[in-house]
């Protein structure tokens, strides 16, 4: 008998020593990051908007920072902090004002193409007559000039999405009244139909609508196919609001993609391919589900148990990423592929996640956070990338910084990778994150050899209440599950 327990403790050794080397190996392959704070120019809050193409292949990056100028239109301020803000593009180390359109106070960035083409909204310096809000009105920088795109006939409008032989997509009211408030949606005043438009570097034209009161193009491909939302009437319907569904746009043409039962759906993104991603009602509109869109056919992607899904982002690859309720609803980040919808889980100590960034490796950025029902306690930007669980991205920065990684939303084919964090004082600032194979192609000076050791030294200050105070409002509409963010 003594042999036998000779052998089984031999063999319970080489399990225990494979762990470690596992253990080990699999620590080394970890990636690690550079993290750069973008700053600002001169105010508290540094911003991008999430769920565009605000980063080129390159490492050039789009947002928009804050002055240390009050905001003097405090009614209306375009961030929380409330100071005059600018938008600005990030190349190589340096930060740049991109200024904005004569007259106007702040400015805000969209979207970037390969030739540099940069597209947004501005203020003007005017005034709606209707609302009294400062208009703001879509923008396109081409390198060392402002355009003003002007609107469809209202008073105010956004450039989203721009294709790299710069047709640029964006949303636009046209003055005529409307009073279904489906414009209040997406930041817009409830006096006019909002629609969405493209421009063609010469002229400016309505996409059209499926029906209803005007539409919102939420996402355009390089080939200039866009996705987006629009009502199918004016009429309520059994919600108490108009139904609106999905659609694509291509040369000169709004298809209505359907739904999965329900009346309420919306397109949040394409790739490259034209697979259209977003969420639909089911029948009965109580329960919500991602769809992939592709030749003609929705498909009900499902969700991770719960009876709430919605499809943020797609690679070219079709990989399909989003935020799922599990079976005790609470809410995980998900990858659909091949037919199959993955748990990509939480950072340890976490109960909540979303994803919003895929690239064509198949690696994956989102926002993990633990929510106690009240208040959000904690949160962390992560990485996913097949090979594990999911790394909170705090733990793979390998030069010194204070600031507190709570949010990834983009990143590049290349790996860079563009979040949010707070210092310790509270701001909220723009990071990047450039992996160390790519510093010398970025700009960015060698990589340590004491990489790893940096980042599991670092030691980042929690949340405070007033932290926790942004988080909540940012992360409240995933609770109330709207389709329309």
Not at 158 to 167: E, G, K, P, S
Not at 176 to 203: L, T
Not at 218 to 243: E, F, K, W
Not at 425 to 435: E, F, S, V
Request: proline fraction near 4%.
């Amino acid at each position: 008998m003594r042999w036998i327990r000779t052998i089984g403790m031999l063999a319970m050794s080489l399990m225990i020593f494979s762990t470690y080397l596992w253990a080990q190996e699999n620590n080394q392959r970890r990636p690690r990051y550079k993290v750069i704070d973008v700053g600002t120019f001169g105010g508290p809050v540094s911003v991008y908007n999430v769920l565009t193409r605000i980063a080129t292949a390159n490492g050039i990056v789009v947002g928009a920072a804050d002055t240390d100028a009050p905001d003097p239109y405090p009614f209306a301020c375009w961030d929380a902090s409330c100071f005059v803000q600018h938008a600005y593009v990030w190349r190589k180390g340096e930060l740049t004002d991109m200024g904005t359109l004569p007259g106007g106070s702040s400015s805000y960035t969209n979207a970037i193409n390969t030739r540099g083409l940069i597209v947004g909204q501005s203020q003007n310096g005017e005034l709606d007559p209707v609302t009294g809000i400062p208009k703001f009105i879509a923008t396109v920088w081409d390198h060392d000039k402002i355009r003003n795109l002007g609107t469809l006939g209202g008073g105010f409008s956004i450039a989203v999405a721009v294709t790299d032989q710069n047709f640029v997509m964006g949303d636009a009211e046209n003055g005529k009244p409307d009073d279904s408030g489906f414009g209040e949606n997406f930041g817009f005043s409830q006096a006019s139909e909002i629609h969405a438009f493209g421009w063609d570097g010469r002229k400016k034209f309505d996409l059209g609508s499926l029906g209803g009161p005007g539409a919102f193009g939420n996402d355009m491909n390089n080939l200039g196919q866009v996705v987006g939302v629009s009502p199918v009437t004016s009429i309520p319907g059994p919600l108490g609001i108009a139904p609106f569904a999905p659609f694509l746009w291509e040369k000169g043409r709004m298809q209505n993609l359907g739904n999965l039962g329900g009346t309420l759906g919306v397109a949040s993104a394409i790739n490259n391919r034209g697979q259209v991603v977003g969420a639909s009602n089911l029948a009965g509109d109580l329960v919500t589900h991602p769809f992939l869109w592709e030749r003609g056919k929705m498909s009900d992607l499902g969700t991770l148990g719960g009876d709430y899904g919605n499809a943020e982002w797609l690679s070219d690859a079709g990989d399909v990423i989003g935020i799922s309720a599990i079976a005790d609803q609470s809410l995980h980040a998900f990858l659909w592929k091949r037919g199959k919808m993955t748990d990509l889980g939480t950072v340890d100590g976490d109960n909540s996640s979303n994803a919003f960034g895929v690239n064509v490796k198949g690696q994956i950025v989102g926002q993990s956070w633990f929510w106690d029902g009240q208040n959000t306690t904690a949160s962390h930007a992560f990485l996913w990338d097949g090979n594990g669980p999911m790394l909170d991205l705090n733990m793979l920065i390998s030069n010194d910084s204070e600031i507190n990684l709570i949010e990834a939303d983009f990143i590049t084919d290349r790996g860079l990778i563009v979040a949010r964090g707070f210092l310790p004082n509270g701001d909220l600032h723009t990071t990047i994150l450039i992996p160390d194979e790519e510093r010398n192609d970025i700009g960015t000076n060698e990589v340590s050899a004491d990489s790893a050791a940096l980042a599991e030294q670092r030691n980042i200050a929690p949340l405070t209440p007033q932290m926790q105070a942004v988080l909540n409002a940012r992360l409240a509409k995933y609770y109330r599950h709207d389709l329309l963010k």
